[in-house]
Structures are given as C-alpha cells and as structure tokens.
C-alpha cells in the first residue's frame, strides 16, 4: 500500500514542478507587457488573457501538489494539540465531507465545462485577440482528478495512524522554514532524552 501512496505523492509532486513553470511564463508575458506599454506605447491584446490562464493553470494543478506535502493553510492553533489519533480522525472526516465531494464535482461539473467549451471551439471574450481557452478548461476536470487521487492517498494515511497511532511516511519535496525548524527542534529535544549526560556536559 505504502507503494501505491508514494506513486500518488510522486505524481502529485512532479505536476506540481511541471505547471510550476507558468510562474516563469506568467512573469515574463507581464515584464514584456509593462515594457511596450511605457516604452513602447504599443501594448499587447494578449497579455491579460495569458496572465489570467497562466495563473488560473498554477492555481488548479498545483492543488493536488500542496494537499502532498500537507502545504494548504490550516487552523491549527488547536489542532497542533490534538493526539495524533484525534489529528487523524479529524482529517479523515474533513476529507470525506469537503474534499471528496468537492473534488467529485470538479471532475464531473469539469467535465461538462470542458466538452462544451470543445465542442463550440469557444475563446476568450476579455480581448481583442480571441485566444482559445478550451485547452485551459480541460484543466478543470484534470485537476479535481489528481486531487481526488491525492485525497485517497491521504485518508488512506488516516486510517494508518488511527491504526498505529504514528503518521506514515510521505514523499516530501520542500518544507517551510517553519516545519524544519519544528523538526529540528524535535530532534534535540529526543536527543537530549537519549543522551542527557552529553547534553549536561554541554551546559
């Protein structure tokens, strides 16, 4: 199982990287836009409609990426306090109420969006340059795949800790500063209840 979870963090993680590269698509289309139209006075009718699906294509395909590396913002000023079963019970249920059903409608509600938006060859109508969108809307239900796929990787680590009472292990990719200060903290707080003659030497 553990297998099968690592191949869904992987995917996950390495869409993440590939539209990650919009960033750089998205930044150099507005620097050019900003310089022909104060330089240049010659501004672009494509610009705007670039940035927003650009954006638009970070924002939905990096969802499933964050959800992987437990990166999406939570409350968890009590959370935090919580044993790690009640932590994982918790998860567990806000995935089966908001995640799955969410995720769910993505992809059917997606679905629909994207085959009429092929169907009629639709573009934009926020410019002049009537730029196709329908490869964008595609997205739509792409993305609500990958994240219900990631979903099912996460519960499934639920249901793992509500059995053993420890997290399983991820794929991880990058941390926050935050969360590696955390975890070096733990380490020397277990270090130091291992070796507490070292670290009164230390003192």
């Given amino acids: 199982m553990n297998r099968i979870l690592h191949f869904i963090d992987s995917l996950s993680i390495w869409t993440g990287k590939t539209f990650a ?16 139209r104060y330089a240049l006075n010659a501004p672009t009718v494509w610009a705007f409609d670039m940035s927003v699906q650009m954006y638009g294509a970070l924002f939905m395909m990096a969802g ?28 567990l249920l806000l995935y089966i109420v908001f995640l799955f059903p969410g995720a769910i409608a993505l992809v059917y509600y997606g679905y629909g969006f994207a085959s009429d938006s092929w169907f009629y060859k639709e573009v934009s109508w926020s410019s002049p340059a009537r730029i196709q969108i329908y490869f964008f809307k595609t997205l739509i239900p792409i993305a609500g795949g990958l994240l219900l796929l990631q979903g099912f990787a996460e519960a499934v680590r639920c249901v793992q800790c509500i059995q053993t009472g420890k997290w399983p292990a991820r794929v991880h990719d990058v941390e926050e500063t935050e969360t590696m200060l955390l975890h070096e903290q733990e380490d020397l707080k277990k270090h130091a209840a291992q070796h507490p003659t070292e670290t009164e030497a230390h003192k």
């Fill in 21 to 36: 590269w919009c960033i750089m698509v998205l930044t150099l289309s507005t620097v050019y836009e900003v310089f022909v």
């Fill in 64 to 91: 499933a990426y964050a959800l992987s590396q437990d990166a999406h913002v939570r409350g968890d000023v009590v959370y935090r306090l919580m044993p790690i079963k009640v932590q994982a019970s918790v998860d």
